[in-house]
């Protein structure tokens, strides 16, 4: 593993970063396959939760409902099972994890293709969410032992999130396809599946997998990522993210449904999340001079803005329009979050980090999800989208008002006890 970092910190070193040099990381692509099979069902779960409860319910704000527990649960045990991973190892965790979720979906299709009670959809939406595997972290922590210490590392936050949205351009599409053109529990079913197979062959990778905690011997390996300020100040503006994901998962759906083309909310969405895969391409393919904390208050900025504009659209075409704009204004902040993560946070931590803020996402859209879901039944059509411009300005507000905390701490305030240990950790 020694000779692999040192190889990837020469040859980044005497050559601009870039997507090819990044993909001839020796052993990336071991991981890099099987990781993408395994994070496709992610951004089918939700819109397939939403768009099967609510054809057997009838109502947008149960299914906004089961939608938000699935992901309040997920955004609960993302952070734990990320600490689990950096200490005994990824592998330890998907195997039960993928069966877990898999099992789960099943039972929650079944019971809402049953007409059980609401309650009933809540107690399987639990292990549902909380089984999610966290295979984009997972996936990032690899990136970061490969890397340590090179300038691809923000090409690789880029790489990543070009990939996560990629499959966000793919997964509503296909989700919404299974449910409208197949059967409405198709989206859920093929989910479970993918999740299931996807999840163990990144599972096999053992290769490639950091050490874990026990294969070190520094104390300060175990501080929780919580306890970097830095950390909590990037929870809360990935939080407001999760707001706009979720406020537009529902109202697309909503307004799709209320002009009778149920069918183009998967490309309404699709087009959002290709005007994120876009900028995320274009992120990683610039050589950045600007501070990483300014970068991330300037491109907080655009999406509060964009995002605010998005519930006066009347028109599918106009709503089109707004939502590729508002994603390319989403991956800068993504991609700015996660390569603040390895300055601030010690390398025995940063699955556990990563989770965190793909939990804040998943809190943020759970909240979103179920806070739209009822102004679309209560309000006016298209009041759903007021969710994700009061999320993003929230946000904003505290970023804007705790910047200063995203600074990495100086060599003077760090914790650096045990034997070998030179990574920072950060101290309130």
Request: positive net charge.
């Amino acid at each position: 593993m020694a000779s692999t970092v040192t190889t990837s910190k020469d040859s980044a070193a005497t050559s601009r970063p870039g997507y090819g040099r990044l993909l001839r990381t020796r052993g990336a692509w071991t991981f890099l396959l099987p990781g993408f099979a395994a994070r496709q069902p992610f951004a089918m779960l939700t819109l397939s939760i939403v768009l099967l409860v609510q054809h057997t319910t009838g109502s947008y704000g149960a299914a906004g409902a089961v939608a938000a527990v699935t992901g309040v649960s997920m955004a609960l045990f993302a952070p734990y099972s990320g600490r689990l991973a950096d200490r005994h190892g990824q592998r330890a965790v998907l195997v039960p994890g993928v069966l877990v979720h898999a099992a789960a979906g099943l039972a929650l299709t079944a019971l809402a293709l049953s007409d059980a009670p609401l309650w009933a959809l809540f107690a399987a939406a639990v292990p549902t969410g909380a089984s999610v595997p966290q295979i984009g972290p997972m996936v990032r922590a690899r990136w970061g032992v490969r890397l340590k210490g090179s300038p691809l590392l923000t090409t690789a936050a880029a790489f990543e999130s070009v990939t996560d949205e990629f499959t966000f351009v793919v997964g509503p599409l296909l989700a919404t396809a299974l449910c409208t053109a197949v059967d409405p529990a198709a989206g859920l079913l093929t989910e479970a599946a993918l999740t299931l197979v996807g999840g163990l062959l990144f599972a096999a990778q053992k290769g490639t997998q950091p050490e874990t905690g026990r294969d070190g011997h520094a104390r300060a390996e175990h501080v929780s990522a919580l306890r970097v300020p830095g950390v909590r100040v990037l929870i809360v503006t990935f939080l407001g993210i999760g707001s706009v994901f979720g406020g537009m998962q529902v109202s697309l759906a909503a307004f799709t449904e209320s002009i009778g083309e149920p069918g183009l909310n998967g490309v309404l969405y699709g087009v959002f999340a290709a005007g994120n895969m876009l900028s995320g391409i274009a992120c990683g393919a610039i050589v950045w001079k600007t501070a990483p904390q300014r970068r991330l208050v300037i491109g907080y900025t655009a999406l509060a803005l964009t995002a605010s504009a998005l519930w006066t659209a009347h028109s599918a075409l106009l709503l089109a329009g707004l939502g590729l704009l508002v994603g390319m204004c989403i991956a800068p902040a993504l991609i700015t979050g996660y390569t603040l993560v390895e300055n601030l946070v010690p390398a025995g931590a940063r699955t556990e980090a990563f989770t965190w803020l793909t939990g804040a996402v998943a809190l943020g859209q759970a909240a979103a999800v179920t806070v739209a879901g009822q102004l679309e039944d209560r309000l006016w059509g298209g009041a759903g989208f007021l969710v994700p411009m009061a999320g993003t300005v929230l946000a904003l507000a505290t970023l804007l008002a705790l910047r200063s905390r995203l600074a990495a701490a100086p060599r003077g305030r760090t914790v650096a006890r045990g034997v070998g240990h030179r990574e920072s950790v950060a101290v309130d």
